[in-house]
């Protein structure tokens, strides 16, 4: 059985330009190739609608002819329900979209932002990521009746189609937006450096907000050192096969 390494940017988009470039050169070198995803949001926050950028959508047409597999990232990342569950109030920033959205309102909101994304990149999406990985009901729902073959939470990677999960741990990621959520994050990375090599699949998601703290762009660079010496880096469509 082959061990995978996947690796995705998140909340690609145009309001990140100068941070998904650095980030993409970083993969790019530490991966030795292009074989990670690009996680799209087609308006983040209402503040930076893809439509209004070609320019950028260009480059994520280019970037998916070189090999990045680019996913559906929620509309605009940002969870307007009144927050509820330990989920939505600790684990995100009033970033989980569609955590508590009914089943039609998430059908609508993958709808649009499906067609915006394909034909930015001239091709299909590779699959559904809900923003802060994080699913209502509902969501999950119109993810399947969308009929997305790939979709991830931060426990696993599964075939909504087919009800069939891909690949189980959890996702390795880190936390920008305070000096707590930094230490916590390091030290979840060190542990998973030292444990999770056993995976026959491992994940490690980064963010535009990591290039601000140069000790989170330390502990990435480790984290994939370590892991690429075990793990061939993949594409989640390799999960598929």
């Avoid at 189980?168 to 880190?174: A, E, H, K, Q």
């Amino acid at each position: 059985m082959t061990r995978r390494l996947l690796a995705s940017i998140h909340d690609v988009g145009p309001k990140f330009e100068a941070q998904i470039d650095a980030l993409s050169d970083r993969l790019t070198g530490l991966l030795d190739g292009t074989r990670f995803a690009m996680l799209v949001v087609p308006d983040h926050w209402d503040r930076a609608p893809l439509s209004a950028s070609p320019a950028f959508a260009a480059r994520l047409r280019r970037w998916a002819e070189d090999g990045v597999e680019m996913f559906l990232h929620g509309w605009r990342h940002r969870d307007d329900a009144p927050a509820s569950g330990f989920a939505r109030q600790h684990m995100t920033a009033g970033e989980g979209e569609f955590s508590a959205l009914t089943q039609a309102q998430a059908a609508t909101l993958i709808a649009d932002g499906r067609k915006l994304v394909e034909d930015a990149i001239g091709r299909p999406v590779a699959g559904f990521i809900a923003p802060a990985w994080l699913y209502s009901p509902g969501a999950l729902a119109a993810v399947r009746e969308a009929g997305f073959v790939l979709a991830e939470d931060h426990l696993k990677v599964w075939n909504p189609v087919a009800a069939r999960t891909l690949a189980r741990g959890p996702v390795i990621t880190w936390a920008s937006r305070s000096p707590g959520r930094i230490r916590s994050s390091l030290m979840f990375a060190g542990l998973a450096r030292a444990t999770l090599v056993v995976l026959p699949t491992v994940r490690i998601a980064v963010h535009p907000g990591d290039t601000t703290v140069p000790a989170l762009l330390d502990s990435i660079d480790a984290t994939f050192a370590r892991f690429t010496a075990t793990h061939t880096p993949s594409r989640y469509a390799d999960l598929l096969r």
